[in-house]
């Protein structure tokens, strides 16, 4: 609005909440609005946004949510949700809860409107620590991008304008934990002359195998073992449910190529396994968030043809009793020997490896003598707050 003397009035913000469906169309949407001119944001699909963001996502069964919209001359400018998961407080106390989906303009009074409502929502229920962004927990999409935002993300990771953590600590939320995302070309991915001396030590007592389709409900049930057995100890971590994990694997099993999926095994027991996805964002961003008219059909046969070019790691696991010893970091080695063929047979050229926690000094060691390098890294937030 301009006033009679040429003065511009900055409409004020408000924000609502989300209750109706039409309101959750406009949350979904808004990305396309904050992202406009960012060359680097990939489009999700909506239809996938719109299951995620209801009652089939088994996510739904333990947690409870609710998500605004901030509006400037009706207009929506921002969004962001809370969400309390019982599974969560299991491990970290009743006190505990999330914010998460933050997208905004860069206005400190859109942010600082948005988590007011986040976090009285939260007082109302007796949560006194928050931490997110979580979208909608740690097994999901998470953290604010804070450093290598020159590049697109992988697949299943967020992105974030630059405004994003800023603005949130302005809002007294701190640093909690950061995550990594490294990169390495695929022609070196697992060459390692030392890993290669430490697997002949062990040779004998390791196999390697990939992922056997045929058997892919008992292999998947497999996996999360591991998987839950060897995060168990790492910061934020909440077990994978057996729905939430079997959701995983069907969605993505259409594309993901032979061999891209291998299990470690000492002594014929299962104890590690690594997970290689085809990076479909490439496709993402000419689908511009549609299936319509042949966009499944379009990602399938990029997957099939090799015609996608970069790949990501986002799941890898050693079980407990073997992490930080020489035989784990063999399996480790190992696997990613395993996949190299598959991963550079179907043109795979670059592969990013990710998250990985600041904190995990053994993993990032091994990612650089695999000759990775690290190249994004986003941050969790805290904050305490005091109870109603």
């Not at 694997?249 to 032979?258: H, S």
Request: proline fraction near 6%.
């Amino acid at each position: 609005m301009i006033t009679d003397t040429g003065n511009e009035i900055v409409s004020p913000v408000r924000v609502e909440p989300v209750t109706s469906r039409g309101d959750l169309q406009k949350f979904i949407d808004l990305p396309w609005k904050i992202y406009a001119d960012d060359k680097f944001w990939v489009p999700p699909i909506k239809l996938e946004r719109r299951l995620h963001l209801s009652s089939f996502n088994s996510y739904m069964k333990n947690a409870k949510w609710q998500a605004w919209l901030a509006y400037r001359n009706n207009t929506p400018v921002g969004r962001i949700s809370a969400q309390i998961d019982t599974v969560h407080q299991k491990f970290y106390g009743d006190h505990s809860g999330h914010f998460g989906f933050i997208d905004a303009e860069n206005d400190p009074e859109v942010f600082k409107k948005l988590f007011d409502s986040v976090e009285v929502w939260l007082k109302n229920s007796g949560i006194t620590y928050i931490t997110g962004p979580f979208n909608f927990s740690v097994n999901q999409e998470c953290g604010v991008l804070v450093e290598g935002f020159d590049t697109p993300p992988s697949v299943l990771m967020p992105h974030s304008r630059q405004w994003y953590g800023p603005l949130i600590e302005g809002q007294g939320y701190r640093p909690a934990m950061d995550m990594l995302a490294y990169w390495m070309e695929s022609k070196v991915f697992g060459e390692n002359p030392v890993m290669g001396k430490l697997v002949k030590r062990y040779g004998k007592k390791l196999q390697i195998r990939p992922l056997k389709k045929n058997n892919f409900k008992q292999e998947l049930e497999l996996m999360r073992d591991i998987f839950n057995d060897a995060w168990s100890n790492n910061w934020g971590f909440i077990p994978f449910s057996k729905e939430e994990f079997a959701e995983l694997g069907v969605g993505l099993k259409p594309f993901v190529p032979e061999g891209y999926i291998q299990i470690a095994e000492i002594d014929q027991k299962p104890a590690a396994f690594l997970v290689v996805l085809p990076n479909l964002n490439e496709l993402l961003t000419e689908l511009n968030g549609s299936l319509l008219p042949f966009g499944w059909l379009k990602i399938l046969r990029a997957t099939r043809k090799n015609n996608i070019k970069t790949g990501r790691i986002p799941l890898m696991g050693v079980r407990k009793e073997y992490q930080n010893s020489p035989i784990g970091m063999a399996m480790a080695y190992m696997m990613c020997v395993e996949a190299r063929d598959p991963v550079v047979g179907s043109g795979i050229e670059g592969v990013e490896a990710s998250w990985i926690l600041d904190n995990n000094k053994g993993m990032r060691s091994m990612l650089k003598n695999l000759l990775a390098y690290e190249y994004k890294r986003y941050r969790i937030y805290e904050k305490e707050i005091n109870p109603n």
